[in-house]
């Protein structure tokens, strides 16, 4: 909901005591902006992910859209009934007026943990995992959202690794002229596009470009470019061309490599339009059962 309708909730005493809704039952992780619990949901029983805000964080994200209504995370998870995104349960304002959503608990592991284990779970699943991403980050372009932190750490597949959804949309926009325009830059330094980085316009092909740099990751194990934490690593591989893949995994299929390249190319107008393509030059990798993929 905008920020106007947030604060008539608050003063309609429209607020929930998450505590007595949700039975806490461990913390998962705590980021900048939020805290994310496993939690059951006392009246039905069911596993819950529950995500609640910090106040002053999210005001200072929002802050950047001063005079325009940015739905919140709730509200754009609302949109989507989709296989390879998150459910919305519930969200709304905590008694402690913190905003909260509430989603489907998805059992299983982030792609990043996969990775950073070499899981074998991703052996011979790479280009379904891929694909999968591609799927879901299209549902969002085709509501007209911009999700602005695709990576690794943002797929969750279950304990079999046959099934991803794509998470956390709390740096979400709409895809719209007023939510793009040069200045915004949010979202992790090592997935982030080159015109967000010079503070350029940009739209959703910056989504393509983190896509392209996820699926390369989950090629190899390794990032096009030197990791790290903060802008200067992203101003880097602004500036300076990626590594081929086919340094860190010889056996690629062509196809795919060629997927991957056009996706991170630095300059917008060279990657691929829209994630339609994306998803159908992927389909095509897969029909042909790329093994070495």
């Given at each position: ?230 802008g200067l690593v992203a101003m880097k591989h602004a500036e300076h061309p990626p590594v081929e893949i086919e340094r860190y995994r010889p056996q690629i299929n062509p196809q795919l490599s060629s997927i991957i390249a056009r996706s ?14 994306v998803l159908k030059a992927l389909e095509q990798v897969e029909a042909e059962d790329a093994p070495r993929a």
């Open positions: 909901m905008g920020l106007l309708n947030q604060f008539k909730s608050m003063l309609g005493g429209n607020k929930v005591d998450v505590r007595a809704r949700y039975e806490l039952l461990r913390e998962i992780t705590s980021g900048t902006m939020s805290t994310f619990y496993k939690a059951r949901e006392r009246e039905t029983g069911r596993l819950v992910g529950l995500k609640v805000l910090d106040p002053k964080k999210t005001a200072e994200f929002e802050a950047r859209f001063k005079g325009l209504d940015k739905p919140s995370e709730g509200e754009i998870l609302a949109k989507f009934d989709h296989p390879r995104i998150v459910k919305l349960i519930d969200h709304g304002i905590t008694t402690q007026g913190q905003r909260f959503v509430a989603m489907e608990f998805v059992e299983g592991f982030g792609v990043d943990l996969l990775l950073s284990r070499r899981s074998p779970l991703l052996e011979g699943r790479r280009v379904q995992i891929i694909r999968q991403a591609a799927e879901g980050l299209l549902a969002v372009h085709q509501a007209a959202f911009i999700h602005r932190d695709v990576c690794p750490r943002n797929f969750m597949v279950d304990e079999q690794g046959d099934h991803l959804k794509l998470i956390d949309f709390g740096l979400t926009v709409p895809a719209t002229p007023p939510f793009m325009q040069p200045g915004n830059r949010t979202g992790n330094p090592n997935y982030m596009a080159p015109e967000l980085v010079k503070r350029r316009p940009t739209d959703q092909r910056l989504d393509i470009f983190a896509f392209g740099v996820s699926a390369y990751e989950i090629c190899c194990g390794q990032l096009p470019w030197e990791r790290g934490d903060t991170i190319e630095r300059e917008p107008e060279k990657r691929f339009a829209d994630m339609t393509q």
